[in-house]
């Protein structure tokens, strides 16, 4: 996914208006475990989207008190 449907897909679902999206990708590993078996742990790709000044998204602010 690229970073302007990434920004698309957030708008749309959660009503606010993205400014900024930055991506990384994680993990990818490979290696071996204890006994000597090859494993391969899948890559991910995170984005950190930045909103318009005023918007949230609700959700991640249920925990929070001020």
Not at 21 to 35: F, P, Q, S
Not at 40 to 53: G, H, N, P
Request: net charge positive; hydrophobic share 35%; aromatic share 4%.
């Amino acid at each position: 996914m690229d970073k302007k449907r990434i920004a698309a897909e957030i708008a749309k679902i959660f009503d606010v208006k993205v400014t900024r999206v930055r991506t990384m990708k994680t993990g990818g590993e490979k290696g071996r475990n204890a006994k000597g078996r090859n494993f391969s742990k899948l890559a991910t790709k995170k984005a950190i989207v930045t909103l318009k000044e005023g918007d949230k998204i609700s959700i991640f602010e249920e925990g929070k008190s001020k």
